[in-house]
């Protein structure tokens, strides 16, 4: 496709509108303006067949409802928890338009004929095409979009990053296997984002379509069977400001557990609590960093048909479950457990479940009772404060054992009969939601009953929002093969636009059993720079690498190792995601928002703003091509040769590492060896300072705490330390500052300085005002400076000769 300047763009699209105003100025012949009223930050519009109701929650998010006359207007929201500020936007009516203006949108209503538009600092955004419409089956909204606009967004998917052209199905449902292409997977979210820099999110609950222009009449539809028609539009200057407000509307992740950040051992499934110990003290035998062991549905059943729902340990399997628990725990390994909704009429809660009334129903009122691949079941009611509390007793129970973190699986539901009820509606107007509401019971079960505990929260399905509770999101049962590996990147990157920035995949893939040490290694060295850390697979293949060839074996370890390593900057990242929304994985366009050549790129990505991430996605591969963005030159992270900023090369590839880079003028902190997160010290990090002459100035930050207790940095357990580099053509400067925060005690105690790709020679360095030759902090060839911390800021100036 190719691609215009900006300014041809929009002033081919002035005329491409101009021709055809008669086609996109006709939002609804039948449908008249009538009146408005404001109240507050409220306008109401009336037209002839219902209501159009406008708040802005920011200047950058703007809120629209339309209320069909039959209808009253609904303001419950699952996925919204910002509170709309105090905004009074400014309106002005003429004979012919209604404008509601505030410092960033602009809302401007033709009265004749009908027509509904969005400007932002005075440029139009998006308008409504036919707006609201309605058919037998589905409920409409609908928008024009440019011709070259490129669509992102409706959940999880692999179609590639342009999603344009797709009618999407919301509907969660696991795809099994799935490989390069997937147009339906485990986390379907009713958002679109444009390439234009806008996010529109419909927020509503039911079931329905998400449609992106797939007849190619520039027209972009939501459809549901029900609920609100309520979307927001959000908007901001960059990327980052997207997605900051977009978070901000629906909720920030918080910081996760750090044990979280490192290794998982975890297969379908243990069978037994020897067969865990026995992995786990392989891993110790090879001195492989390993954090928590997770154990599938083995643990309730010796079967995987029959079982589900039993949630108790099997005692002859399982002998000793708490002292199991307690034993890995002192080797720094914490254990998750797999739990599913499904109670099944041949589990040992059964009864028990039907005399406390917690399950969905059928018409009348009996619990809805369905076969699926594992039994004849019933499906807790989640929305049902009854069946919420009954199930949080379960977890409450299990966490008493020791258990540190939860997995919750099937949770789309996996099968969800249409005419099963919950207790506030149908199975089609709340599945979609189900995985969410999941998650909130038990965010809020650990709020009540374990307050001073960070829950880990993994979920195959959740919701738009579901991020503030803690949930951390996988991208289902994947092929092993490289066909499962190819879209992996794409699924991360889409959803951390969507706000659930912790998408990863089942490393080294699930479904199969294929058995090839090269698909296992490259997808290995991809997790490194992924949000979680967690090979996984169906057991005929091995996912730990305890169980491969020596060579394999090895290359993992020196993967996990880095990964250990980056801890400290992997948290920060986590800490900035916590306070911002940024995603962790980010695409090139945050970069260069405005070359549409980077919005089709996934195969090479940004983790964080520092490293610049190339996986190999294809067997055999000796060299690859890579996009370098222009904001910055970039630096092989391993050979510390020079990329020039936004050029194109081909890099040679090894078999111990991807293609990473890292940003001309960051700062990476990096962890002494550990063999786990518990043994993590923080009191001596080293620094990498990638030095060069074109950053002239850069900041970073390193964020550290407790790594357990709920919102530490709001509580001000905390501490940072920034460091900030000055770049001159005789000299360096960096300072280093910490702050601690009211309730912390400091950690972080001595930072060792390394400069990279220094090769002017060093005349003086000055620490803290004293003057010392640049020789006195040379070892072998490079400048190493230690920093010690006992004031709270540190200037370091290097002159060259």
């Known amino acids: 496709m190719k691609i215009l300047p900006n300014n041809i763009k929009r002033l081919l699209l002035l005329i491409f509108f101009g021709m055809n105003s008669f086609f996109i100025s006709a939002q609804n012949a039948n449908r008249t303006f009538k009146s408005f009223v404001q109240q507050a930050g409220i306008v109401s519009v009336s037209t002839n067949d219902g209501k159009y109701r406008f708040q802005a929650f920011t200047p950058e998010i703007m809120e629209t409802s339309f209320i069909p006359t039959e209808e009253t207007y609904n303001a419950e929201s699952y996925s919204v928890v910002l509170k709309p500020s105090e905004i009074t936007p400014t309106v002005t009516e003429d004979a012919n338009s209604l404008k509601i203006a505030t410092s960033g949108i602009t809302v401007l209503i033709t009265k004749k004929p009908f027509q509904v538009k969005y400007f932002y600092e005075g440029e139009e955004v998006i308008s409504e095409k036919m707006g609201y419409s309605r058919s037998e089956t589905h409920e409409k909204l609908d928008f024009n979009i440019s011709e070259y606009e490129m669509l992102m967004g409706g959940g999880a998917r692999a179609l590639g990053m342009n999603r344009r052209g797709n009618r999407l199905e919301l509907y969660n449902r696991a795809d099994y296997g799935y490989g390069t292409k997937s147009s339906l997977l485990n986390y379907t979210l009713p958002m679109v984002l444009s390439s234009e820099k806008y996010m529109l999110h419909f927020d509503n609950a039911p079931i329905g379509f998400l449609d992106l222009d797939s007849d190619h009449s520039n027209t972009l539809s939501y459809e549901t069977i029900s609920g609100r028609k309520t979307y927001q539009l959000i908007v901001g200057k960059t990327w980052e400001k997207i997605t900051e407000n977009f978070t901000l509307l629906t909720g920030r992740q918080p910081l996760p557990p750090r044990w979280a950040f490192g290794n998982f051992s975890s297969r379908f499934g243990y069978h037994s609590q020897k067969e865990v110990e026995n992995t786990i003290a392989k891993f110790k035998k090879d001195s492989i960093p390993v954090d928590a062991v997770i154990l599938d549905l083995y643990w309730f059943g010796h079967d995987i048909k029959g079982t589900m729902g039993n949630l108790e340990f099997v005692r002859d399997s399982f002998p000793e479950p708490k002292q199991m628990i307690a034993k890995l725990a002192d080797q720094g390994v914490k254990t998750v457990l797999v739990t599913e909704p499904f109670i099944l009429t041949t ?30 079941t019933g499906l807790v009611d989640i929305f049902d404060p009854k069946g919420k509390e009954w199930f949080w007793n379960i977890y409450k129970d299990l966490k008493s054992f020791g258990v540190a973190g939860w997995w919750g699986d099937l949770g789309e539901p996996e099968v969800h009969p249409t005419k099963l009820k919950h207790s506030i509606g149908s199975a089609d107007e709340v599945h979609n939601i189900y995985g969410h509401y999941w998650a909130k019971m038990l965010k809020e079960g650990y709020e009540s009953d374990f307050p001073e505990v960070r829950p880990f929260i993994l979920m195959r399905a959740g919701a738009a929002g579901s991020q503030r509770f803690g949930l951390i999101p996988w991208s289902g049962d994947v092929n092993r093969g490289w066909s499962g590996l190819k879209p992996q990147p794409e699924i991360s990157l889409q959803m951390g636009l969507q706000g659930l920035a912790y998408m990863h995949s089942d490393l080294g893939g699930f479904a199969g059993d294929l058995e090839d040490d090269e698909l296992y290694t490259r997808w290995l060295q991809y997790g490194v720079f992924q949000p979680i850390f967690r090979p996984h697979a169906q057991e005929d293949v091995a996912s730990e690498p305890v169980f491969k060839n020596e060579k394999t074996k090895g290359l993992a370890k020196k993967a996990i190792e880095l990964r250990y390593k980056l801890l400290p900057y992997n948290y920060s990242l986590a800490f900035e995601n916590h306070i911002s929304g940024n995603p962790l994985m980010r695409p090139l366009f945050f970069e260069e928002p405005d070359n549409y050549k980077m919005y089709a790129i996934s195969n090479t990505y940004l983790w964080g703003d520092s490293f610049l991430v190339s996986p190999i996605l294809n067997p055999g591969v000796i060299s690859k091509e890579v996009t370098f963005p222009s904001t910055s030159n970039w630096f092989d992270f391993y050979t510390g040769k020079k990329y020039s900023k936004g050029t194109e090369a081909l890099v040679e590839v090894l078999e111990d590492h991807i293609p ?142």
């Open 660 to 801: 990473v880079f890292v940003r001309g003028g960051a700062f990476i902190p990096m962890a002494r060896p550990m063999q786990t997160t518990d043994n993590y010290d923080a009191s001596a990090l080293d620094v990498y300072f990638y030095f060069d002459e074109q950053a002239k100035k850069s900041i970073s930050i390193i964020y550290n705490d407790d790594g357990k207790t709920p919102n530490a940095f709001e509580k001000g357990m905390f501490e940072k330390v920034k460091m900030e580099s000055e770049v001159t053509l005789d000299s360096i400067t960096l300072t280093i500052s910490k702050e601690v925060g009211e309730n912390a005690n400091s950690e972080i105690k001595l930072i060792d300085l390394h400069i990279e790709n220094l090769k002017k020679e060093v005349k003086f360095v000055w620490v803290k005002g004293i003057k010392f030759t640049g020789k006195n902090y040379m070892h072998q060839g490079k400048l190493n400076i230690p920093v010690r911390f006992d004031q709270n800021e540190t200037i370091i100036k290097i002159e060259f000769n």
């Open 347 to 376: 589990s040992k809660k059964w009864d028990d479940a039907v005399e406390q009334k917690v399950l969905a129903t059928d018409s009348l009122g009996n619990p809805f009772k369905f076969d699926f691949y594992f039994g004849n």
